[in-house]
């Protein structure tokens, strides 16, 4: 029978979820939006109205990435990455970084920005992937191999922490680390990678806490008792933790949530919060279904692929929306102190929407070229 396997079942149903999931953010998005912001805000400040453009945006990058030829993917690695080292630095720069709320992570003016640190992710793996798989790189070798990708990681990982933006930080650092593995890397280097990693951020927490800088601490204290800090630093806890369970098997409904009028970040870091309540368990367990077969299909691509650039590009991708999800929905139940990673698709968040749909842009053309190598390898075999 004569068939395309690069376009089977795990890619279609990878891009119908990607496009499913941003119609259900846009569908979040306005749902959560607090009463009384839609009447007395410009156009362009409407999240629902900034979000459908980014999602517009997404879907045309989506398909322009598909359609890419894959050298040049592996041609544009390194560039990619130095704009996103560049892009930054430049969040500290005045006149050019949009700060909001005493952080440093936009860029542009207005209604007109993006952050870099979300596209540093894919930035990341795709620059990871280029040097993982060069002919004669020893990457099992901690000092040769890397030696390079530590450092980068590491610089990375501080500048968006730096910002601060612990969540994403560590959704990079996660994200590194598994692109890593796959490509060959032994687990007791990135292993201990990630233990010293882990201890810089509590050296930071620690030195935050004392020169009265205590955000993290508390918000450590507001994870470990909740409603002792409900007044304070725990509000968004208790509120997540109370709309998650008013949510029940189905949900109030659209539009019916109480959360939206108590929980400040109900459309972006809470998202799920308000799907709980308003579409109940079974909203929940769709939207994981959804983000599952994203994932069923870069693991499908690992497995399969002929071309170690391939390989390494899926899983790296897929551990962005992974990592990403599984962080999200840590912190809304409070198995993990608060953290601001958004739901991938779902939270509100411009930048991030557009990363998410690109990365599902570029992990079809994988599937595409490394299911077509396979073919033509297992026909070469039978001859």
């Not at 900034?50 to 544009?76: E, H, P």
């Not at 690695?77 to 500290?92: D, I």
């Amino acid at each position: 029978m004569n068939r395309q396997p690069g376009l089977g079942w795990s890619s279609g149903a990878a891009l119908f979820a990607a496009v499913a999931l941003t119609a259900a953010g846009l569908i979040i998005t306005s749902s959560a939006q607090r009463p009384g912001t839609l009447g007395s805000a410009p156009w362009y400040d409407l999240p629902i109205t900034k979000q459908g453009a980014a999602a517009a945006f997404g879907l045309i990058l989506l398909m322009g990435l598909s359609g890419t030829t894959y050298d040049r993917l592996l041609a544009s690695s390194g560039v990619v990455m130095l704009a996103c080292l560049v892009a930054l630095a430049l969040v500290w720069v005045p006149g050019i970084e949009a700060p909001t709320g005493g952080v440093h992570r936009r860029l542009g003016y207005g209604p007109f920005t993006v952050q870099p640190s979300e596209f540093a992710k894919i930035g990341m793996v795709l620059y990871l992937a280029m040097y993982c798989t060069q002919k004669g790189r020893p990457i099992r070798d901690l000092r040769l191999g890397l030696g390079v990708p530590f450092i980068l990681i590491a610089v990375v990982f501080v500048a968006v922490e730096r910002e601060p933006d612990l969540g994403t930080a560590l959704v990079l650092l996660l994200t590194s680390l598994s692109t890593l593995y796959v490509a060959g890397a032994r687990a007791r280097h990135l292993i201990g990678f990630a233990i010293c990693a882990a201890a810089v951020v509590a050296g930071a927490v620690l030195l935050g806490h004392w020169f009265g800088v205590s955000y993290r601490a508390g918000r450590i204290a507001a994870w470990w008792e909740p409603e002792r800090h409900a007044t304070s630093i725990g509000y968004q806890i208790v509120h997540s933790l109370i709309s998650v369970s008013l949510g029940g098997w189905l949900g109030a409904g659209y539009g019916r949530g109480e959360g939206r009028f108590y929980l400040p970040a109900s459309n972006t870091d809470y998202a799920m919060a308000t799907v709980a309540e308003e579409f109940g368990l079974l909203g929940v367990v769709i939207v994981i279904v959804a983000l599952g077969l994203i994932v069923a299909h870069a693991y499908r691509v690992v497995v399969h692929s002929a071309d170690p650039f391939a390989k390494v590009v899926a899983s790296g991708l897929g551990s962005i929306i992974l990592w990403q999800a599984l962080l999200n929905i840590a912190v809304v139940t409070n198995a993990i102190p608060c953290t601001g990673v958004p739901m991938p698709f779902i939270s509100y968040g411009t930048s991030s929407l557009v990363a998410m749909l690109a990365s599902v842009g570029i992990l079809t053309r994988p599937a595409v070229r490394s299911f077509a190598l396979s073919e033509n390898a297992r026909r070469e075999a039978s001859r």
